[in-house]
């Protein structure tokens, strides 16, 4: 049992001896370093609830622990708050209890339980990942790894945007324009092949434009009537219809995309249990508008279209099916996500990892899903995001000035690379293990700096600063980390004896790493609870400083005590343990050496 959740127990049952009261809640929190204690039960709701002075109060409650419960060693008040300091026989009954433990923080899935499925990337088949994507899929692979830790059963998942006008632009560009390249001609990803022809379309476009606007039409009208925007809309209809050569040449761009996104997602190190693909959901949730009509969720309109009025709910009234019978996005979006339940019965909830811009989006499709009567949606969640920026400004597709997450990666390592040199801390590394740390680094980098940051808020990416190996980044942690395996593998002698209480005195600093070191679990469901890996970025952040500060504070190797030396390079170790557990729920690799 957690230290929280015995302390609360303990102070219940001195609520209910000393005061002859049900204590429902008991509120703990970390003590203020410039007190002393370990942990601080805040006084004041219990005035409520009995008549009395916070001093009298803390003090009471502050005896029976300490004369009745083997963790509380002595207490103080201040003001509305008590103080307790915990035993250090507690913190080294806990320590050997988990030092062994190379999942400690983790939980495993219940059975039978319900599974999560979380739904990230989603990219358009007319481009490659950019920067944008990075963070789409860093936030939604790493999310999917902390809900595992925390005990649910998850299913990662993504809908490629396969169809729609502009693939077809890709598709009609690179038949005007391409004679005949393929990925293999020109030596590049397929992804990116396609992707100059959507941007070689836009060009054409414009042209066009002007063009025609020379000849007389406004802007408004010249944008409509461009001939290359009038055959692209022809060639979805041919490919809605089935068009044999359409569909050839729409299956052979896309498999050179689909190619280039796997290369893309397994360099940066994100997976995927499902792929679901739109060409094939697009005509999905046709069938529950009419279950909806019929049970009066939705309503039809004298034109034939069909639309929820959602205004009672604070939003607006939204179409769901057009009056031709053509579905709109919202009604796709319906019909997929009842289709995962049907392919993955046990999904009792999704998470869509999403931009914030598509906020109302999701509002309007998961109160749908709860007017229709699907039990699930009730564990809907939009991760919502903000964007990515750089110092630059910003990135547009359509005009090629998107940074693409294949060159950021590359970058990235050629950055880890210069400063690694710099600093001069790869003697004796070959050249191949000098190109993996610089991948590691660079990645560890890149992953970090993004992660760190609450989803919500946006981001001003700054490669260089991003693999400073000082302050909080990612490269600064994995040096600490690196640190922690060289002082193990100069540790000659036997270390792996446990020892007892009466075996050592903990240092001050000893003492603020196991108590850091237990925050873990606690971190991984909060981190969970609230969809957040920067929770779990800046804990192994601060668990790293208070690392270095023990580091500088006491001789590890040095001690000229044994049962010192001994505990304290068990206890270096099990930090190294708990940095790699928490960077693998970042998706962040940890180097041996550095």
């Not at 007190?35 to 039960?41: N, R």
Request: proline fraction near 3%; hydrophobic fraction near 40%; charge should be negative.
């Amino acid at each position: 049992m957690a230290l929280s959740q015995l302390l609360t127990s303990h102070i219940q049952e001195a609520a209910q001896k000393l005061f002859g009261i049900t204590l429902d809640n008991v509120e703990l929190q970390a003590t203020r370093r410039d007190f002393e204690g370990d942990i601080t039960m805040v006084i004041f709701p219990l005035l409520k609830l009995v008549k009395s002075n916070p001093a009298e109060l803390g003090n009471k409650i502050g005896q029976y622990l300490a004369e009745n419960t083997a963790e509380v060693e002595r207490f103080n008040v201040v003001s509305g708050f008590l103080n307790l300091v915990i035993s250090d026989k507690y913190y080294i009954n806990f320590f050997n209890a988990i030092k062994d433990n190379a999942r400690y923080g983790y939980k495993s899935a219940e059975a039978g339980g319900k599974a999560i499925m979380v739904e990230y990337a989603s990219p358009n088949t007319n481009k490659p990942l950019h920067l944008g994507h990075v963070r789409n899929v860093l936030l939604g692979y790493s999310v999917a790894e902390i809900l595992k830790a925390s005990g649910k059963k998850v299913y990662k998942t993504q809908i490629i945007n396969d169809r729609g006008i502009h693939i077809c632009k890709s598709m009609l560009a690179w038949e005007q324009f391409g004679n005949g390249e393929t990925p293999e001609t020109e030596g590049v990803k397929g992804d990116k092949l396609v992707g100059k022809y959507y941007v070689e379309f836009d060009k054409a476009y414009k042209n066009q434009i002007n063009d025609l606007i020379d000849n007389g039409l406004n802007e408004e009208e010249a944008k409509k009537q461009a001939p290359i925007l009038l055959q692209a809309q022809e060639m979805l209809r041919q490919w809605e219809a089935g068009d044999p050569e359409v569909v050839k040449l729409w299956e052979m761009m896309n498999s050179w995309v689909y190619e280039g996104f796997d290369t893309t997602f397994k360099n940066i190190g994100v997976d995927f249990d499902k792929n679901y693909y739109e060409s094939n959901t697009y005509l999905l949730g046709k069938d529950v508008v009419e279950q909806g009509l019929e049970k009066g969720v939705f309503e039809k309109d004298l034109d034939g279209s069909v639309w929820i009025d959602l205004t009672p709910d604070g939003l607006d009234r939204k179409i769901v099916l057009r009056s031709d019978g053509t579905a709109v996005y919202m009604t796709q979006d319906i019909g997929t996500a009842i289709q995962r339940v049907k392919d993955f019965p046990d999904v009792g909830g999704m998470v869509y990892t999403v931009g914030n811009e598509q906020d109302y989006h999701f509002k309007v499709l998961f109160l749908i899903l709860k007017k229709l009567g699907f039990s699930w949606a009730e564990s809907l969640y939009h991760l919502s995001y903000g964007m990515v920026d750089l110092p630059s400004g910003k990135m547009k597709s359509r005009e090629g000035t998107v940074v693409d997450a294949d060159d950021l990666m590359d970058e990235m390592m050629v950055t880890a690379k210069a400063i690694s040199e710099e600093l001069g801390k790869l003697e004796g590394y070959s050249d191949e293990e000098k190109e993996r740390l610089y991948k590691i680094i660079g990645l560890g980098a890149l992953k970090y700096y993004i992660l760190k940051v609450d989803p919500k808020k946006r981001i001003l990416f700054d490669p260089k600063e991003s693999v400073d190996f000082a302050g909080n980044t990612g490269p600064f942690i994995q040096y600490t980390y690196a640190r922690i395996q060289s002082l193990i593998r100069k540790a000659d002698f036997n270390f792996s004896q446990s020892l007892n209480a009466a075996d050592i005195n903990l240092h001050e600093k000893e003492k603020e790493l196991l108590k850091a070191i237990a925050q873990f679990p606690n971190i991984i469901q909060s981190a969970a609870d609230n969809h957040s890996p920067a929770l779990v970025a800046n804990y192994v952040y601060d668990l790293v400083k208070e690392y270095n500060s023990f580091y500088q504070s006491v001789p590890v190797l040095g001690s000229e005590v044994e049962n010192e030396k001994i505990f304290r390079v068990q206890l270096s170790k099990k930090v190294g343990e708990t940095i790699k557990s928490a960077f693998a729920l970042l998706g962040i690799d940890v180097p041996e050496r550095m």
